[in-house]
């Protein structure tokens, strides 16, 4: 069994005949039921529940403060090299682009481990461009034992693996997987992939449930939207969430929902997600899944994040460099992997936080607990 | 967030503790109960003399500064309750008057219909009006127009110490109401009353509770312990709520 | 003379209020005094005058919920 077993089950369903059967009572039922069926997800997502936001809001904030209190955790990632065998038309790593491709050595990781744990921040997220030559898994053995030096809580952000190395990379005390599948729908999965590794769909697909197998606390999945229609594409990492969740009763599952930033970014998504369409889905996806963790990156901006406290964003990152050696040298900087649009410090971010009325989280786990 | 306490007619209640002088294995019990419990507000019933025995002056138990509410009980018509009501007043009683108005020997409901008409005559009399109904929002828009001070629903039939068999119902007054929701009747224990309170009701009226228990003293205050807190969580949740009010109007409202 | 007290027919000698009271022999303090659907305080139930067939009601405040 794999979640492509759920995702074929709707290889021939009609979206856009289920959105129009879609009625305000339908919407509003869907608001006092305990527990959400995937058809109640659907609705949520529906252009018609777009009209009800501010009543969904006001379940979801609810929901988001009886299962996280007010209260969002901090991250920041800390890409270590940039190098990547694939050709994904959206990304500045894209194996095609002639930037500047960069490694960190250990030392240059313990630096900016030390420069990102003075600001406070307790857990980290590892990210790699996804190259196996370039990261060999020995390599990232070594950057997770530098980190847990300086970290209460590590988490990864790099090309799938095989189970029995998601074992030896939990074992060295990594607690997190963050993997997103990009686009769920196939057809486009392979036009936006041009080569490499990341053109097996189907290993990326089951990667998630690799890694929650291989004990990892947190899996953290997404789709990057705007590459698919938008709302089947977050419909099926809700099913996914779910899927996982049903499954491995031991692993906190978490969605992330990173979206194309019009304004900076090269690449124009044939499916661009607005402020409200992207508000409603996060929405959509609290009700549907109340114990879930939503992580909001800083490709969402300061106005956006500082609302989304309030709507059921559980997990923010803060004072973000997405280049590699970003935090330690301040000249020289490689080429970002996207464009952040929230620049704040951390002491902004958790400033920000504050005083929205919520209370910021550097850190709620340890390992050594 | 503070109490500011619960105001009725001209009289302010610091405690949301209602208490009644029914059921008693001795009188002599009431004062000491009144001052565990902190009630400042105590229900008295009117009776015909029983001409053969020595009736005892219920009057004589209540200390000064707790405030007296007759009851209509026995009457089975609003023009009877109404003139309980002024033989109450006149009697030296006060202004403050619960109707109860029962036509239902079998469960002990209350009359709505009886009541609502008594409650139109003697608000327009001038007094301070505390009607005890089957919990029926339209009812109680109506009572709270025809000038009720506050509205009782029952939680659970009279003595049954069922609780809250009518929570949606209440919570429905409570959501609406203008005017105070005192849940009266059916309470049987201080978790129920404070359950009560929890959810939002501005007092409770509890009696063969605590009237009954072995030691009625102690009880007395057990529910005014339950009643506070019940109150404090209603408050704290309030006090959440409005955080939320103040620093995002509409939730959604940024998006515009 | 007949009179309807609490709803029973009495016969007495009493001719006011007070003399009727003290004939049944209540006590005083806690009595409310009903007399042709009027209530009569306890200084007027010298002055007030009995005849035949009047009704008479007499109260007290008892335990009640
Ligand atoms: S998205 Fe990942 S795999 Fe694709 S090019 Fe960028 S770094 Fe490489």
Redesign the pocket.
């Known amino acids: 069994m794999s979640f492509y077993n759920t995702l074929e089950q709707f290889d021939h369903f009609d979206f856009s005949s289920f959105f129009n059967s879609v009625s305000d009572d339908r919407v509003r039922d869907c608001l006092t039921k305990e527990y959400l069926n995937a058809y109640d997800f659907l609705t949520l997502l529906s252009p018609k529940a777009g009209n009800h936001l501010e009543m969904i809001a006001k379940v979801a904030q609810k929901k988001t403060i009886q299962y996280f209190g007010k209260t969002i955790q901090l991250f920041a990632p800390l890409y270590i090299s940039n190098y ?1 065998t ?3 038309i959206y ?5 095609a682009n002639v930037i500047d491709r960069r490694k960190l050595t250990i030392e240059e990781i313990e630096k900016e481990a030390k420069a990102i744990s003075s600001r406070g921040i307790q857990h980290i997220l590892l990210l790699t ?2 190259s196996r030559q370039a990261t060999p898994m020995e390599y990232l053995l070594e950057a997770v034992k530098c980190l847990k030096h300086y970290f209460a809580s590590v988490s990864i952000e790099i090309f799938p693996l095989e189970c029995h190395e998601y074992v030896l990379l939990q074992q060295a005390g990594v607690d997190g997987l963050t993997l997103f599948q990009e686009v769920y729908d196939k057809v486009i999965y392979d036009k936006v992939h041009l080569a ?1 590794k ?1 053109k097996d769909y189907h290993y990326r697909l089951d990667a998630p449930e690799r890694g929650a197998m291989a004990g990892f606390r947190n899996v953290n999945i997404g789709a990057l939207l705007g590459l698919g229609e938008m709302r089947s594409e977050f419909f099926f990492t809700g099913l996914h969430a779910r899927y996982l969740d049903d499954k491995y009763l031991d692993t906190e599952v978490a969605v992330s929902l990173p979206r194309f930033n019009p304004a900076e970014c090269d690449f124009h998504p044939e499916f661009p997600v607005n402020d409200k369409t992207f508000v409603q889905f996060l929405l959509a996806f609290r009700l549907f899944f109340p114990r879930a963790g939503i992580t909001v990156s800083t490709r969402e901006n300061a106005y956006m994040r500082d609302h989304l406290i309030h709507l059921g964003a559980t997990r923010f990152s803060a004072g973000v460099s997405t280049s590699v050696g970003g935090y330690a040298q301040h000249q020289d900087q490689s080429t970002p ?1 996207f464009e952040i649009t929230d620049g704040r410090s951390v002491e902004e971010v958790v400033s920000a936080i504050s005083s929205n009325g919520y209370q910021p989280v550097y850190k709620d786990w340890d390992r050594a607990i | 967030m503070n109490d500011e306490g619960l105001r009725l007619g001209d009289t302010t209640f610091t405690n949301r503790l209602f208490t009644g002088t029914g059921k008693f294995a001795s009188n002599e019990i009431i004062p000491e109960m009144l001052e565990t419990s902190g009630s400042q507000m105590i229900t008295v019933a009117l009776r015909r003399i029983d001409m053969q025995s020595v009736t005892d002056n219920i009057l004589q138990y209540i200390p000064d500064g707790v405030t007296l509410l007759p009851n209509t009980s026995g009457a089975r018509t609003a023009e009877q309750a109404i003139r309980v009501a002024r033989i109450a007043r006149e009697a030296g009683c006060g202004k403050f008057i619960k109707i109860e108005v029962i036509t239902d020997a079998k469960y002990l409901m209350p009359d709505n219909h009886e009541t609502l008409r008594a409650t139109e005559t003697l608000a327009k009399d001038g007094f301070v009006v505390l009607p005890y109904v089957l919990p029926d929002l339209p009812l109680a828009k109506r009572l709270e127009n025809a000038g009720a001070a506050a509205i009782m629903p029952l939680g659970a039939p009279i003595g049954t110490n069922r609780g809250l068999e009518t929570k949606p119902l209440i919570a429905m007054l409570i959501e609406n109401s203008a005017v105070p929701v005192i849940v009266d009747a059916g309470i049987g224990f201080p978790s129920q009353a404070a359950a009560a309170m929890e959810m939002g009701a501005d007092a409770v009226l509890v009696n063969t509770a605590i009237a009954t228990a072995e030691d009625p003293v102690a009880m007395g205050h057990a529910f005014s312990l339950a009643v506070q807190a019940g109150r404090a969580a209603y408050l704290a949740e309030a006090a959440g709520q409005s955080v939320v009010a103040r620093a995002s109007s509409p939730l959604t409202g940024f998006l515009d | 003379m007949l009179l309807r007290v609490n709803g029973d027919s009495q016969t007495t000698a009493a001719t006011t209020l007070e003399e009727l009271i003290q004939e049944i022999g209540l006590k005083t303090e806690s009595l409310v005094v009903e007399h042709n659907e009027h209530i009569i305080r306890q200084e007027l139930w010298a002055k007030t005058r009995l005849q035949d067939q009047d009704q008479v009601e007499l109260l007290s405040f008892v335990g009640g919920g």
Do not use: T, Y
């Open positions: 990547c694939n050709k994904c990304c500045g790593f894209n194996h461009g996804e490499g990341k992997q």
